[in-house]
């Protein structure tokens, strides 16, 4: 998270003023992949692995499970998930993963 420097009441206000104006720029509704959220930077931070198709062959999925995403069970991408990761489940890593996008996005 980026810090945010502030002296007096003037400097509060103006910082607010511009995370609202970043803010405001993001559409209300966005359909985002879920693979895409889990980028490399994001995975690094969260797990023993430098990219999805690592997570998902180190996994046992096999290599072409980023293409045949949608067919995974997602009971085995839970159990996955809780022995690879701090998360309880594939949804969880996702939520956080959407929170840190939208943080970047608007320059937390």
Same mark, same amino acid.
């Given at each position: 998270m980026?810090?945010?420097?502030v002296e007096g009441i003037d400097g509060v206000i103006a910082e607010l003023k511009k995370l609202e104006d970043r803010v405001g720029r993001i559409p209300k509704t966005q359909t985002v992949n879920a693979?895409? #959220? #889990?980028?490399?930077?994001f995975l690094r931070k969260h797990s023993r692995f430098g /990219?999805?198709? *690592?997570? #998902?062959?180190a996994s046992g999925?096999? /290599?072409?499970a980023v293409k045949a995403?949608?067919?995974?069970?997602?009971?085995? #991408?839970?159990?996955?998930?809780?022995? *690879?990761? *701090?998360?309880? /489940?594939?949804?969880d890593m996702v939520a956080e993963a959407a929170v840190e996008k939208l943080a970047s996005d608007i320059g937390l």
């Amino acid at each position: 998270m980026a810090k945010i420097k502030v002296e007096g009441i003037d400097g509060v206000i103006a910082e607010l003023k511009k995370l609202e104006d970043r803010v405001g720029r993001i559409p209300k509704t966005q359909t985002v992949n879920a693979l895409d #959220l #889990l980028d490399n930077g994001f995975l690094r931070k969260h797990s023993r692995f430098g /990219s999805v198709q *690592e997570f #998902l062959e180190a996994s046992g999925f096999g /290599s072409d499970a980023v293409k045949a995403f949608d067919a995974i069970p997602k009971r085995k #991408l839970n159990a996955c998930v809780r022995k *690879e990761t *701090e998360y309880k /489940s594939w949804d969880d890593m996702v939520a956080e993963a959407a929170v840190e996008k939208l943080a970047s996005d608007i320059g937390l």
